[in-house]
């Protein structure tokens, strides 16, 4: 019997997620958890103690500063790292891309070239475009385990 599993059904080749399942978990879960948790604890020293807590201001005050430190870190953290990271699907013909909200398609022969980086030992890609798209130059996203196979296959016929 014949897999037909695989084969378009339009004309057009299936698209495949390239990007990893746990980009929902970083990109949204992880963002809002922590920063309701982090704000909660912020929110907690500086409207819920008193001197009488900590028997001194300068606990409390140092108390205080440092979970509002913790908390800009933290949001800091998120914009440099975590929110830069998209959903990535592809055919032959055209990368998707989504943040969760929106959705860009480019074509392509808009992408100059896919890089491989590593950053606290998490594996990431690096995607330029050859001209800014919704989502700037470059995009970055978490490999899934389709990528690599995907990409070997393709990479002549995408990138001559």
Do not use: C
Not at 61 to 82: D, E, H, K, N, P
Not at 115 to 128: A, I, N, Q, S, T
């Amino acid at each position: 019997m014949t897999d037909t599993h695989s084969l378009p059904r339009n004309g057009n080749s299936r698209t495949v997620v390239l990007s990893s399942q746990l980009t929902i978990v970083w990109r949204v879960f992880l963002p809002v958890f922590g920063t309701v948790f982090l704000t909660g604890f912020v929110v907690l020293f500086w409207l819920g103690a008193s001197t009488e807590d900590y028997g001194s201001t300068t606990v409390l005050w140092r108390s205080r500063v440092i979970s509002l430190l913790l908390l800009v870190v933290w949001l800091f953290v998120l914009y440099r790292f975590l929110w830069p990271l998209k959903r990535v699907e592809a055919d032959d013909a055209h990368v998707f891309v989504s943040d969760y909200w929106n959705t860009a398609r480019y074509a392509w022969t808009d992408v100059a070239q896919l890089e491989d980086k590593k950053r606290f030992r998490l594996g990431y890609v690096r995607m330029h475009l050859k001209a800014p798209g919704r989502f700037g130059r470059v995009i970055r996203f978490i490999p899934g385990g389709h990528y690599k196979a995907w990409m070997k296959d393709r990479s002549a016929s995408l990138f001559p």
